[in-house]
């Protein structure tokens, strides 16, 4: 346990070098990337450096997904005794970041009705179009399908 103790304060310590050395040189979108690859919680708080809201919210959703390098680092001084592939975990973290992003941004395209629409396709049994006579006797459907 103290491994993972340590991985978090090498990530701070870091993250502390950068900030007094190289994130004043840089743009704010920049130091936030860096904060939020290197370590999760550390990017979250400082999202409110960047002044776009729908750019907070792709790069929180990126975040969250990836988790940070520090925590790989974690999983991997964890995972190490079980025959586990770090590799192959910090694969599909990245993996799910980039679908993560992929949706964050359809959804700031679509607006929230927009992409909630084809998630109907995807329930069995769910007519998604009906005729008007069943439209008429199933008055109590909120969405009208």
Known sequence: MAI???WIILAMV??????RWLFPLL????PVLIRGILE?????????????ESMRFLLSCG???????CVHLQIQS??????LSVR??????????????LLAAGYLAL???????????LIPGKKVWKNKKNKQKNKKDPFGF
């Open 63 to 69: 975040m969250i997904n990836w988790g940070g390098i």
């Open 40 to 52: 999760l919680t550390g990017g979250i708080l400082n999202l409110n450096e960047i002044p776009s």
């Open 14 to 19: 870091l993250c502390g070098f950068l900030e």
């Open 27 to 30: 743009p704010p979108l920049i």
């Open 111 to 121: 607006g929230p009705g927009g992409l909630l629409f084809p998630l109907f396709l």
């Open 78 to 83: 964890l995972a190490a005794g079980a025959g």
């Open 4 to 6: 993972v103790c340590a």
């Open 88 to 101: 192959t975990c910090a694969a599909q973290k990245l993996c799910q970041s980039l679908l993560s992003l």
